[in-house]
């Protein structure tokens, strides 16, 4: 079975600062799929970012880079420049071949003025 | 593009009452949907994927018979939730993708609260 593990239940930073949120997860699977979702305090959940595990090369998205490290099974979200727009709920995700979601248990990130 | 929404976006009802969410997704057909709850300060726990024109397909510990799912066209699910309790109380989100696309993209959630 597939697992998703976020170790840091909740981090802040300073806003314009940079911040790297954790995600590591257990798959047997060579294709896959991941990403990470925030869930600001509306409680709508927002994609910020997505991975395929075939591409080599890390997923970038505005203030938003992932680094993805197969091997490791490895997949953190860096949030460049912060703003206080920023402060939510961070869902890291695991999507498998039959397209089943894996959630891991979510880091709430603060972003202090 | 990709935008799934909810309704209601909260409901109150008696116990013993059903109570009928919707899901649709409004620019793309949504081969597939899913319905999750979330407890405060916690992961989304799902309960069904269904496939349109198809049954959901129900996680272990799902009660199939209280929680019914339809997902009757490619832009239309509801999950209505029969004989309410008030540990039925809960946030419920739905998600929504295509055959073409891993994504899922979600709805803003219902707050249910059974008195």
């Known amino acids: 079975a597939q697992t998703v593990t976020q170790s840091q239940p909740e981090m802040s930073v300073q806003e314009a600062e940079t911040v790297t949120l954790s995600c590591t997860y257990d798959?047997?699977?060579?294709?896959?799929?991941l990403f990470w979702y925030k869930q600001p305090p509306s409680r709508q959940m927002i994609l910020v970012i997505r991975q395929e595990a075939y591409k080599q090369q890390n997923a970038t998205e505005n203030r938003f880079s992932v680094n993805f490290q197969k091997a490791a099974k490895s997949f953190s979200l860096k949030i460049s420049d912060s703003q206080l727009g920023d402060t939510a709920m961070y869902f890291c995700?695991?999507?498998?071949?039959?397209?089943?979601?894996?959630f891991g248990t979510g880091t709430s990130l603060t972003v202090i003025p | 593009g990709a935008v799934v929404s909810q309704h209601p976006s909260r409901v109150i009802c008696k116990s013993g009452t059903s109570v009928k969410i919707e899901c649709r997704s409004l620019d793309f057909q949504a081969t597939t949907m899913f319905w999750y709850r979330q407890f405060p300060k916690q992961s989304l726990m799902l309960m069904a994927t269904?496939?349109?024109?198809?049954?959901?397909?129900?996680e272990q510990g799902v009660e199939k018979d209280k929680f019914l799912i339809n997902h009757a066209s490619l832009t239309l699910s509801t999950l209505t939730v029969t004989s309410a309790h008030p540990e039925d109380s809960s946030f419920y989100i739905c998600?929504?993708?295509?055959?073409?696309?891993?994504?899922?993209?979600f709805g803003p959630g219902t707050r249910l609260l059974v008195l």
């Open positions: 995700a695991f999507a498998d071949t039959g397209n089943q979601f894996y």
């Open positions: 998600s929504a993708r295509t055959t073409r696309q891993e994504t899922q993209y």
């Open positions: 798959t047997s699977e060579s294709n896959y799929y």
């Open positions: 269904s496939n349109e024109g198809s049954k959901a397909t129900y």
